[in-house]
């Protein structure tokens, strides 16, 4: 898909904030190497097997804590659905419960969406809306909540300590190892903002590439 369509597509959302388009423009134009082309892959062949057989698409994220990579991972898996007119169901969770990291919340919104915060709990739960009728929500919890799928789904490990620490996920039709560097790394620096931003654009750009490659006929 050349730039010029994106733009087209992303105009067509006519309820997503100009802040959150201007982000996906910028997302959609990082390159991706290789050696990354060939991971995103296997993702790309199990959405469209999913499509092709006229089944429920669902995607759990998986990282250790989903307090970050995991929570990133599931808003824009499901801003790149949107975008491409895929109907897909977003999950995320983790080996233990902490909370969607606050500074994970702050990049989502400097990046243009907008969030709704539920409650004022140790692990609060939030919405984070795409557009005016599409969104998402987040709160940390283990992989197998009873909000998170418990069959037919593939796990996707955005973590390799979530990898290495969960040798089978019971239910999952698919393991895909889709592994980031956390931004926790840079918590307590100045550079925190810019690496949290910098991450979440990168697994953006991922996912939107797996979205626009889906054959939605």
């Known amino acids: 898909m050349v730039k010029t369509e994106l733009v087209h597509q992303i105009a067509d959302v006519v309820n997503m904030k100009k802040e959150l388009k201007s982000t996906i423009e910028k997302a959609s134009a990082l390159p991706i190497g290789e050696q990354r082309l060939s991971v995103l892959q296997t993702l790309i062949d199990y959405i469209q097997a999913k499509r092709d057989a006229k089944e429920s698409i669902n995607l759990n994220f998986i990282c250790t804590h989903n307090s970050r990579r995991s929570q990133l991972s599931q808003i824009w898996a499901k801003t790149a659905a949107h975008i491409n007119g895929i109907d897909v169901n977003v999950f995320s969770g983790g080996v ?117 490659q889906i054959d939605n006929n």
């Open 96 to 212: 233990e419960v902490t909370a969607f990291n606050e500074r994970a919340v702050a990049s989502c919104e400097r990046l243009g969406f907008d969030i709704e915060k539920l409650n004022n709990s140790e692990n609060p739960e939030y919405i984070v809306h795409i557009d005016q009728d599409i969104n998402t929500k987040c709160f940390s919890k283990v992989y197998d909540h009873a909000d998170n799928p418990k069959t037919a789904f593939a796990a996707v490990m955005t973590c390799s300590d979530a990898d290495e620490n969960c040798p089978f996920i019971p239910g999952t039709e698919k393991r895909i190892p889709l592994t980031y560097e956390d931004p926790k790394a840079f918590d307590n620096t100045d550079k925190k903002s810019e690496m949290y931003d910098k991450r979440s654009l990168q697994i953006a750009s991922e996912l939107l590439h797996v979205f626009k």
